[in-house]
């Protein structure tokens, strides 16, 4: 079969360029899966996102690199099979390095290619040598191969390539130092100098297929007859079509049981600490000089340390949680995952590719928005992007195990698995909706996918990759939450008749609780119809943590005398509860539960939305979330009441 592919243009004068710079910049390309990522952590010390799946490098990551007596910029560009892709990241890589103005493209290309899939980086390799571009080969995952049982010559191999090559392992740092040094001979006037091999036919790509099937030929030796490996002995039940869904759930199911039962000692202890030593030794200095118990007062103690103090609360379990799934990542299990439920997305006609930003949701769904460039057809891209927000991102969480262990102190772990199933559902639901209304004639993309073998995890890199998101949440809780915060204080001190001052007012006579109060009566069908939980939604907007937040200021500000502890706190949520549902709290639980799953996430997802698919769908996904969670809590309570 003839292969026919665009041959991207690489105007001539690529290879005569000089930078002037003196901190040239060097690109670091792959296939997807290749170790790339890993790489580029390994020889930077950034700290990107390491995944084993096509996307995860979305944007361009950026570090400083050392390489002989110079010091360069490295890019970590998105993965591409070639430069002739056709989906928005692989089209940002080709045109970062073939379609940018002379002095600002790369002054090298490190590539790297996989030892046990030698052929799929050997395309792209060959389509830049056609450019001119100077060029650095890093072989990774020769441990892999040799145990398939093939053996590769680098040194034949960089004679065949006539270019630098170098076996390198990111995850031990073997290699690196001469990596390093090729990169440094790369950039000399010499190897700059270069001049292009013939391309292929505009029209006819064999060449280069067959280019590179003569180069693996030769440079790839069978040391022994290929043999079964527990990589395909475990993903003969791993991605079974009946134990493959199971065994995932049960992983799932493991995680959170595992995440909110060693997490609770510790959430005891943090919150011990803010109500006692922290509120005191933070508000007697300001007692001491003469403030009181003045608005400031209450604002350091019942707004910025109850409630940003609370949310504090939760790092051990979003730590616990970011590293149980940086396990399952790092092992390759979640690669095997998203194969899994490829299959069932493809069966209710959902787009195959489109489950691997929807993983990426369930961590935070602002890059998992940006993940959708990963998929070619724009109604794809768009599709996701709406279904995105119904994935509990770690966000959630927090409100999630918040009102379970209020209400369900014996099963916070269960409730929490039962909301990411109902997540999961939800998605699944919606988008055969949206597919057989607005998207009728869309057709279906396979999942590319290659999968990894199983490894056992390094603790470095489980360590690194679980600071990053565990960072990220702090960052959000030093950040937005206190813009809430003082938010909601601000409008807990405005007064709404003339009997109180500012600063100075019961909080159900402030302009919080009017607001609030206004909203309450719609969430009556659905069993919450206070002002302290819609208040608690509506600051949500922000950011899903605030609901934690809000409720802890509130409930503080509102009756002081009240330490502000989980356990107090969870005694005046459930009265408020009970007496809003008629009794079924229980049923009121669950239903502000499902409205969290599906409402809005937060104002940096709408963002994210409105930058990738636009205002319009942005404002009609709003539309969605609102209607679905509405629709989807009062059916919960309305059913849960008869069963409470």
Not at 85 to 103: H, K, N, V
Request: charged fraction near 15%; include cysteine.
């Amino acid at each position: 079969m003839t292969a026919t592919l665009n041959t991207p243009s690489c105007h001539g004068d690529t290879a005569r360029r000089r930078r002037t710079s003196s901190s040239p910049t060097i690109a670091l390309i792959g296939p997807p899966n290749v170790g790339k990522t890993t790489l580029f952590n390994a020889i930077s010390g950034a700290r990107a996102a390491v995944g084993n799946w096509p996307g995860t490098t979305i944007d361009v990551g950026r570090a400083t690199w050392r390489v002989g007596a110079r010091t360069v910029e490295i890019m970590d560009l998105p993965g591409a099979y070639s430069l002739d892709g056709i989906s928005p990241d692989e089209q940002l890589t080709a045109a970062l390095l073939l379609d940018a103005p002379l002095d600002e493209r790369p002054a090298a290309v490190i590539v790297a290619v996989s030892a046990a899939r030698l052929s799929t980086g050997l395309y792209l390799f060959r389509q830049l040598r056609e450019c001119g571009v100077p060029l650095v080969v890093a072989v990774t995952m020769l441990d892999v191969a040799t145990r398939r049982g093939a053996r590769i010559d680098v040194e034949l191999l960089s004679g065949l390539l006539d270019a630098e090559v170098v076996a390198v392992n990111p995850r031990t740092g073997t290699g690196i130092d001469e990596l390093a040094a090729m990169t440094s001979r790369a950039l000399t006037v010499e190897a700059r100098a270069r001049r292009p091999v013939e391309a292929a036919d505009s029209d006819d790509a064999d060449r280069r297929f067959d280019w590179v099937a003569e180069v693996v030929t030769a440079a790839v030796s069978r040391i022994a007859e290929q043999r079964r490996t527990r990589t395909d002995r475990l993903d003969r039940w791993v991605m079974s079509p009946i134990v493959g869904p199971l065994a995932f759930l049960a992983a799932m199911w493991l995680v959170f049981q595992a995440t909110t039962t060693l997490a609770a000692p510790l959430q005891r202890l943090i919150g011990a600490v803010v109500s006692g030593p922290l509120t005191k030794g933070t508000t007697t200095p300001l007692t001491t000089i003469g403030l009181g118990r003045g608005w400031f007062v209450q604002f350091v103690s019942d707004g910025v340390i109850g409630g940003v103090g609370l949310l504090l609360s939760f790092v051990p379990l979003m730590a616990l949680m970011f590293g149980l799934l940086a396990v399952l990542e790092d092992s390759g299990y979640l690669a095997r995952a998203a194969v899994v439920a490829d299959r069932a997305m493809r069966a209710l006609g959902l787009p195959g590719q489109a489950f691997l930003p929807l993983i990426v949701g369930f961590g935070c769904n602002v890059p998992a928005i940006s993940a959708t460039r990963v998929l070619a057809d724009s109604r794809h891209r768009v599709m996701t992007a709406l279904l995105v927000p119904f994935t509990s991102c770690s966000a959630r969480l927090t409100v999630y195990v918040l009102v379970a262990s209020m209400f369900f102190p014996s099963n916070v772990g269960n409730v929490v698995f039962v909301m990411y199933i109902a997540s999961v559902a939800l998605v699944l639901i919606l988008g055969v909706v949206l597919r057989r209304t607005l998207w009728r004639t869309i057709g279906q993309a396979p999942l590319m996918l290659e999968l990894p073998p199983y490894q056992a995890p390094r603790l470095r890199l489980l360590a690194a990759s679980t600071w990053m998101r565990l960072r990220a949440f702090l960052r959000t809780a030093g950040g937005v939450i206190i813009v809430a915060v003082a938010a909601v204080w601000l409008l807990q001190a405005i007064p709404v008749d003339g009997n109180h001052g500012f600063g100075n007012v019961p909080v159900k006579d402030s302009a919080y609780a009017a607001t609030a109060g206004a909203v309450a009566p719609v969430f009556e069908l659905a069993g919450f119809g206070d002002w302290h939980a819609t208040g608690a939604l509506a600051a949500g907007f922000v950011a899903k943590e605030a609901v934690v937040s809000s409720w802890a200021q509130t409930y503080a500000t509102e009756r002081p005398t009240d330490p502000h502890t989980p356990g107090q706190l969870a005694n005046l949520v459930r009265a408020d509860f009970t007496a809003s549902s008629g009794g079924h709290q229980n049923a009121a639980a669950w239903a502000f539960l499902v409205f969290v799953l599906a409402y809005t996430p937060c104002a940096a997802t709408l963002a994210a939305q409105r930058r990738e698919i636009g205002g319009k769908l942005a404002a009609f996904g709003i539309v969605v979330q609102l209607a679905t969670a509405w629709t989807l809590a009062v059916a919960v309570f309305q059913i849960g009441r008869w069963f409470g």
